[in-house]
T-cell receptor
Framework: KAGVTQTPRYLIKTRGQQVTLSCSPI?????VSWYQQTPGQGLQFLFE???????NKGNFPGRFSGRQFSNSRSEMNVSTLELGDSALYLC????????????FGPGTRLTVL | KQEVTQIPAALSVPEGENLVLNCSFT??????LQWFRQDPGKGLTSLLL???SQREQTSGRLNASLDKSSGRSTLYIAASQPGDSATYLC?????????WGAGTKLIIKP
């Protein structure tokens, strides 16, 4: 069974640009969660999607948004990039919403110059 | 507000030793607690998930315990190997999100 895949793996952008990251969950998993990991703040929850609906949201500004498609694939978008958005963005999938066991993808390393 | 703390921040031990990693949380109203490992530059690998009603979980050389009343969890690694070198993170399911500790960086010396 294929694991969680994330594309692209690496991305370099400049301040003010926007970026879209993609996540394909494990087949049969319907919940996708997104996390930001930085050396200073550690891992922080961004949002969770289940059945194409955002179920939970962390404490991030509105520049961070996401969506989920009918096949459970998810995208997150960051607009008006700031230097502080440089991070590893991790996607996790689980069978259902809430706190079932989460399985993580390899992450997308975003660098903002 | 739920806060998760992991002690120690780093640990270096010789191969073969048994060791314990600690995770503490401030609010006992949790759904579950999950232990992960992260290798440098990589994503997270789930090790053990303990539901709030459980006291411990075991997988191979790993054993995780949960004491909700005291807000503590421990990850016990038996007979450590160089391949166990990684950062170990605990995450608490609380307030409709996962709250993360900062991790313990573990180095196993051959």
């Amino acid at each position: 069974k294929a694991g969680v895949t994330q594309t692209p793996r690496y991305l370099i952008k400049t301040r003010g640009q926007q970026v879209t990251l993609s996540c394909s969950p494990i087949s049969g998993h319907r919940s996708v969660s997104w996390y930001q990991q930085t050396p200073g703040q550690g891992l922080q929850f961004l949002f969770e999607y289940f059945s194409e609906t955002q179920r939970n949201k962390g404490n991030f500004p509105g520049r961070f948004s996401g969506r989920q498609f009918s096949n459970s694939r998810s995208e997150m978008n960051v607009s008006t990039l700031e230097l502080g958005d440089s991070a590893l963005y991790l996607c996790a999938s689980s069978l259902a919403e809430g706190f079932n066991e989460q399985f993580f993808g390899p992450g997308t390393r975003l660098t903002v110059l | 507000k739920q806060e998760v703390t992991q002690i120690p921040a780093a640990l270096s031990v010789p191969e073969g030793e048994n060791l314990v990693l600690n995770c503490s949380f401030t609010d006992s109203a949790i759904y579950n607690l999950q232990w992960f490992r992260q290798d440098p530059g990589k994503g997270l690998t789930s090790l053990l998930l303990i539901q709030s009603s459980q006291r411990e979980q075991t997988s191979g050389r790993l054993n995780a315990s949960l004491d909700k009343s005291s807000g503590r969890s421990t990850l016990y690694i038996a007979a450590s190997q160089p391949g166990d070198s990684a950062t170990y993170l605990c995450a608490v399911g609380s307030n409709y999100q996962l709250i993360w500790g900062a991790g313990t960086k573990l180095i196993i010396k051959p």
